[in-house]
């Protein structure tokens, strides 16, 4: 991408092996802002070949026009205001118990560990679970199904088949999807029965409660793809973005300096939220979030027809020297001094797609850092930024982030400021 947009620009258009339509990529914020702002866009075909075969055909992620409008509406109130501290002490919890089995001058790569934590908060978080032969079985089944989803290999195998017409590269995955659901069906069932689900804070439970304007509620299998639907964009997307945060940190000594300072020091966080934000600009986990035109949309010189497929080249966006003055170092400070823009500071998306949980990974990445630099000291093993790779939708550390623990720090305290409604 940075190739094209050396030799041609801001605008131009890549064709992906299987589809019959090239996708229009564009990084100006004011195209972005274009894209984004029309409702009646829908969403390109690519989205479903990589995400159906884990969250179901009623996943937010997937649905679209009133439909989306109105799950969206139902599941919005669980990631904002009082609800978030009750999940920021779970977070904190399970990033602190996993950081407590690192022992001093092991080596490991960070990004399963940060797997780890990512969906052990999903498990307490949002689907409730804390009972351990159950979690184990969600464990087991989950990390599988993603794992299998993740391969590029089997992406080009399923686009192959439907161009030739030839077997189905998805039965063992979907034979693994169907041992999971029986264990999620039952946890909604159990869950339904439950006596004092009213007072329940996690977010299946309330979701059950939840009601549509026309007062109906979730049915069991759409809960079920609403909770697949949160683990795909909760766990991976952020573990991926907090192994990133750490490889830029440990590779930058200065800034990791002042940030283990500020966070043992009890200090306030705008350094923590600026650095977040920096390392979620230079490697944003999704590189891509289209649309496929409603109407048609102009784009500088050219006029896009409607049936286009177009999408911000994310990481192009955050890298323009016009926003991003030396755009390719990692500055944290920028961030402290200009707040980042609305269409030039894109990792969750925009528009009325914008990533719902984006709050809660932002929340979730704070209180991660905090717990691992409050209670240790990391070197990494090598001498370079990780290369990029590719695992499904998102782009990963290539060797997972590979750290050495030099020390443990005793038990700290690590204060938790109350986040506003």
Request: aromatic residues 6%.
């Amino acid at each position: 991408m940075n190739v094209c947009r050396k030799r041609v620009g801001d605008i131009f258009s890549v064709r992906f092996i299987g589809f019959e339509r090239p996708m229009v990529m564009i990084s100006d914020p004011d195209a972005v802002r274009e894209l984004y702002s029309e409702r009646a866009h829908g969403l390109p075909p690519g989205r479903s070949l990589a995400l159906l075969p884990v969250v179901g055909p009623d996943s937010l992620l997937l649905v679209e026009g009133e439909g989306h409008l109105a799950r969206r509406r139902l599941m919005s109130p669980p990631f904002h205001g009082e609800r978030m501290r009750w999940n920021e002490s779970i977070m904190r919890e399970v990033a602190e118990a996993e950081v407590d089995t690192w022992a001093p001058h092991s080596t490991m790569a960070l990004h399963p560990r940060m797997q780890a934590v990512t969906l052990e908060v999903i498990l307490q978080a949002v689907f409730g679970v804390r009972d351990i032969e159950r979690g184990d079985q969600l464990r087991n089944g989950l990390r599988q199904m993603l794992d299998d989803n993740a391969s590029p290999a089997l992406q080009l195998q399923v686009l192959l088949s439907r161009r030739l017409q030839r077997g189905d590269p998805l039965a063992e995955l979907q034979e693994l999807r169907h041992a999971v659901d029986r264990v999620l069906f039952d946890v909604i069932a159990e869950r339904r029965r439950d006596p004092e689900l009213d007072e329940r804070e996690d977010i299946l439970s309330m979701l059950i409660g939840a009601r549509m304007e026309d007062g109906s509620a979730m049915s069991d299998q759409e809960l079920r793809d609403q909770l697949m639907t949160l683990l795909l964009a909760g766990h991976e997307t952020t573990a991926t973005a907090l192994a990133w945060t750490f490889d830029l940190l440990l590779h930058h000594p200065s800034q990791l300096a002042r940030l283990t300072a500020e966070i043992r020091a009890d200090g306030d966080e705008d350094y923590l939220r600026a650095v977040v934000s920096e390392a979620l600009r230079l490697r944003p986990v999704i590189p891509l979030a289209g649309r496929r035109l409603k109407v048609e949309m102009s784009v500088g010189k050219y006029t896009l027809p409607a049936g286009t497929d177009v999408t911000p080249a994310i990481w192009l966006t955050h890298t323009r020297p016009d926003i991003y003055p030396d755009p390719f170092a990692f500055r944290p400070e920028r961030f402290l001094e200009n707040a980042p823009t609305t269409y030039g500071w894109i990792p969750f998306g925009g528009g009325i797609r914008r990533c719902l949980g984006a709050a809660f990974a932002e929340l979730e990445m704070r209180a991660v850092i905090k717990s691992v630099l409050s209670r240790c000291t990391l070197e990494p093993l090598h001498g370079r930024p990780e290369p990029v790779a590719r695992r499904n939708v998102t782009l990963t550390p290539r060797h997972g982030t590979r750290v050495r623990v030099l020390a443990r720090s005793a038990a700290h305290h690590v204060a938790v400021e109350p986040v506003a409604a």
